[in-house]
């Protein structure tokens, strides 16, 4: 209802109904920022190319009932692709504080008979907001240019 108003509203603004064309009728975006659980697992497939993965933590913190405060974890699996992984292979560490910007996808197989269901981030840009504390300044320095040590 509210995409059809929308669209009548853009077609009848001459100025606006060259854009119409590009109003998406539905969007699969994510945007988190939490914790990297482990260090990045990296597969490289024969055709060279790369998938990386991690999990990233999330929190949020609320007060129960009683007014207690309580803290909710959410982890979630995500993977990058190509070039973005050889960049999460070389910069991101665990407990490192990430942005991701990205896409949910859901797959399912089917493993011993029995269908199996997960639920990804699909990550297209990530920024490292903090680096994990288990790094030196030095070693910070070199990972925020990308060089190697």
Same mark, same amino acid.
């Given at each position: 209802?509210? =995409?059809? %108003?929308?669209? #009548?509203?853009?077609? *009848?603004?001459?100025?606006?109904?060259?854009?119409? #064309?590009?109003?998406?009728?539905?969007?699969?975006?994510?945007?988190?920022?939490?914790?990297?659980?482990?260090?990045?697992?990296?597969?490289?497939?024969?055709?060279?190319?790369?998938?990386?993965?991690?999990?990233? %933590?999330?929190? #949020? =913190? /609320?007060?129960?009932?009683?007014?207690?405060?309580?803290?909710?974890?959410?982890?979630?699996?995500? =993977?990058?692709?190509?070039?973005? *992984?050889?960049?999460?292979? =070389?910069?991101?560490?665990?407990? *490192?504080?990430?942005?991701?910007?990205?896409?949910?996808? /859901?797959?399912?197989?089917?493993?011993?008979?029995?269908?199996?269901?997960?639920?990804?981030?699909?990550?297209?840009?990530?920024?490292?907001? %903090?680096?994990?504390? #288990?790094?030196?300044?030095?070693?910070?320095?070199?990972?925020?240019?990308?060089?190697? %040590?």
């Amino acid at each position: 209802m509210f =995409r059809t %108003a929308l669209l #009548r509203s853009l077609v *009848a603004n001459p100025a606006l109904k060259s854009q119409a #064309r590009y109003l998406s009728p539905s969007m699969n975006k994510v945007i988190l920022m939490g914790n990297v659980g482990q260090d990045p697992k990296i597969i490289q497939f024969d055709n060279g190319k790369k998938l990386a993965t991690f999990s990233l %933590a999330t929190s #949020r =913190r /609320y007060k129960d009932g009683e007014g207690n405060l309580v803290e909710q974890t959410e982890w979630h699996k995500v =993977r990058f692709n190509n070039e973005k *992984a050889e960049l999460v292979e =070389r910069l991101i560490k665990k407990g *490192a504080l990430v942005t991701i910007d990205g896409t949910i996808r /859901y797959d399912s197989f089917n493993k011993d008979g029995v269908e199996i269901h997960t639920t990804n981030i699909v990550g297209t840009n990530f920024d490292i907001k %903090a680096f994990p504390k #288990r790094l030196n300044p030095e070693e910070q320095a070199e990972g925020q240019s990308g060089e190697d %040590a």
